[in-house]
């Protein structure tokens, strides 16, 4: 037959880290990463964004996006890097 205090300890690691689980699963539920709270990316946003990376104005963009849309500073300095003005019509 099996130690008691094996099976004690056993149960009690397994019960923490099922603990342990269940709590980061709810963080991650509450504090989602990058998810647009306010009125999200629209073409509004979007040229403002432009006009300010066009005068050289880059922390304020990231600003701007990170208030309109709730995502973290890292997320907002890769959108606004990344976006590009529409080329010209022919």
Not at 42 to 71: N, W
């Amino acid at each position: 037959m099996s130690n008691p205090i094996v099976i004690l300890l056993l149960t009690a690691v397994v019960v923490a880290v099922v603990i342990a689980l269940i709590v980061l699963t709810v963080r991650a539920a509450q504090h989602p990463r990058n998810t647009l709270v306010g009125g999200g990316i629209g073409p509004e946003l979007v040229e403002r964004v432009l006009d300010l990376k066009a005068t050289g104005q880059i922390d304020q963009a990231v600003f701007l996006v990170r208030g309109e849309t709730g995502m973290s500073h890292r997320a907002a300095t890769r959108f606004v890097r990344k976006l590009t003005p529409p080329p010209p019509p022919h």
